[in-house]
């Protein structure tokens, strides 16, 4: 096997495995299952999001997806827990664990995952196929912001949970019109999402990305989906407060659907090539 296919089968491995240990690590101790519980999830998440980009994508622009999400994800957290900027002013407590300069370590793993979940399913739902149909400004501009509206309809569940079940982040205002959140950090999901999809699609406008290669098969497109449906059953099952239950199906389900029917589409079309 040459040492770039080798490289990019076995890094993604590697960087699991010490990345694992290390949150494991600093997680373990008195009272912490819950930060042990979301240290491996987020791990594990963030590895199987990695080995799919890198076999949907290749290993270039999986690394440049991966750079730019977690740069920016960290950036706008960071700037947000100290500054109030996109989402509304807020604290971090320790239940998110390990933290790098303030922000905890699985939130731009998380940035990373839901992006790349999001820009798979736009694309399935838009071309019937795991990437992008048509290069273009236009394009990564629509394509961009439908991703972002589909990874903050994730939020919309997730940040009633976090902040008043978990506890995972204090915010300064209590009164916001959803459940207690603030309307503004909605509004930052899905610009600092859009700046994150743009800038994977312009970074990557001059490399020839196309799904269906002798090294990617559909079931690794399952993956981003599987991630986001794994979401939505959370939420069903344990979304607080109780409206969220009712609200879940419909805000990611909806995208959801419509992306499956996307793959099936694209799975018959590679069927037919064959």
């Known amino acids: 096997m040459p040492a770039s296919n080798l490289l990019t089968v076995r890094l993604p491995l590697l ?3 010490l990345v694992s240990a290390w949150l494991i690590y600093t997680s373990i101790g008195p009272g912490k299952a819950v930060t042990l519980a979301i240290a491996i999830a987020s791990v594990l998440m963030f ?10 994508l290749g290993a270039s622009a999986a690394l440049r997806f991966l750079s730019i999400s977690v740069s920016l994800g960290w950036f706008a957290e960071q700037m947000g827990s100290t500054h109030g900027w996109f989402f509304g002013s807020y604290t971090y407590t320790d239940v998110l664990g390990l933290r ?3 922000v905890p370590v699985v939130i731009p793993m998380m940035w990373f995952a839901l992006t790349y979940a999001g820009y798979v399913i736009s694309n399935l739902i838009v071309w019937q196929a795991p990437v992008d149909g048509a290069p273009g400004v236009g394009n990564a501009l629509f394509l961009s912001f439908l991703a972002a509206m589909i990874v903050t309809a994730f939020d919309l569940g997730a940040d009633p ?6 506890k ?18 909605f509004f930052g999901w899905v610009f600092v999402s859009f ?4 800038a994977f699609r312009f970074a990557t406008r001059k490399m020839p990305l196309k799904a269906g290669s002798v090294h990617f098969l559909p079931r690794h497109a399952t993956v981003p989906l599987g991630i986001y449906s794994a979401g939505l059953v959370f939420q069903v099952f344990l979304g607080h407060p109780v409206e969220i239950k009712s609200i879940a199906p419909f805000a990611m ?5 419509c992306a499956l029917a996307g793959l099936q589409r694209w799975r018959n079309q590679l069927k037919a090539a064959q």
């Not at 389900?253 to 659907?257: D, E, F, T, V």
Request: aromatic fraction near 16%; hydrophobic fraction near 55%.
């Open 168 to 185: 995972a982040w204090i915010m300064t205002k209590t009164d916001g019109a959803w459940f207690g959140e603030t309307v503004q950090g």
């Open 253 to 257: 389900g909806i995208p959801l659907l």
């Open 161 to 166: 949970y976090l902040v008043y079940v978990l």
């Open 100 to 102: 790098f300069v303030g």
């Open 195 to 198: 700046c994150i999809l743009c």
């Open 47 to 56: 590895a199987a999001t990695w080995a799919s980009a890198t076999r949907l």
């Open 15 to 17: 960087i699991f495995v």
